[in-house]
Structure formats: C-alpha cells, structure tokens
C-alpha cells in the first residue's frame, strides 16, 4: 500500500528556515514526478513545488521561487522542500504528493494520485 509521511514541520519565526522531508513506501518512485501543496485555513489548496523523476529543473510557485528549493533522493525514496526566508504569509499544512501515470500541468492538484496526511508549518511575526 501507497504511503506518504511528511515531517520536518513546526514553528519558526519570520524570517527562518525550515526542511520538510517526504517519504514514500509501498513502492519505488524514482520515476514519478512529485510536488508539494499547501493549504492554510479557508484558502484553497495551494501549488508549491514539483520535480520529476530526473530531479532536474524543480518547478515552484511564483511566491515560493527564489527562497524554497525541492530536491529528491531516489534512493531514500524521499523528497525535500528547504523553505528559506519564511514569512508569516507561508503558514499553512504542507502535503506531499505523486503522480502515477500520465500528467499534463504538475502545478494541478489533480494530476496526483496519493497525498500525505500534511505537515503543519507555521510562521511567527
């Protein structure tokens, strides 16, 4: 069975850092595309961060490009989000998702088959 387990998720004053970590189990996705969401309370889920098999050329969100980096180990079955800079604005639960199959836009939501239950980050003013 399919399982994502997202951590790495706390508090963190404005400005800090923090690392989330995904790992997945069931199976290998070494060659599955991968990404992040977020989703503070009463907005609707949110596009963070993708990256495909290769690891190469990860794409972001336009509030996210510059200050989080996505990487992956293949080998761990895992993937990374390194968020810099953080702001108070980038509070929200941080879910890790998979793409099986085919896709078109892995800025969507929909083109992922299993998510992880998220991971709460918060960012103090």
């Known amino acids: 069975q399919v399982q994502l387990v997202e951590s790495g998720g706390g508090l963190v004053q404005a400005g800090g850092s923090l690392r989330l970590s995904c790992a997945a189990s069931?199976?290998?996705?070494?060659?599955?595309?991968m990404g992040w969401f977020r989703q503070a309370p009463g907005k609707e889920r949110e596009f963070v961060a993708a990256?495909?098999?290769?690891?190469?050329?990860?794409l972001y969100g336009d509030s996210m490009r510059g200050r989080f980096t996505m990487s992956r180990d293949n080998a761990k079955n895992t993937v990374y989000l390194q968020m810099n800079s953080l702001k108070p604005d980038d509070t929200a639960v941080y879910y890790c998702?998979?793409?099986?199959?085919?896709?078109?836009?892995?800025?969507?939501?929909?083109?992922?088959?299993?998510w992880g239950q998220g991971t709460q980050v918060t960012v103090s003013s």
């Open positions: 990256i495909t098999g290769s690891g190469i050329n990860p």
């Open positions: 998702a998979v793409v099986i199959g085919l896709y078109s836009d892995l800025s969507r939501a929909d083109q992922y088959s299993y």
């Open positions: 069931g199976r290998t996705f070494a060659m599955n595309p």
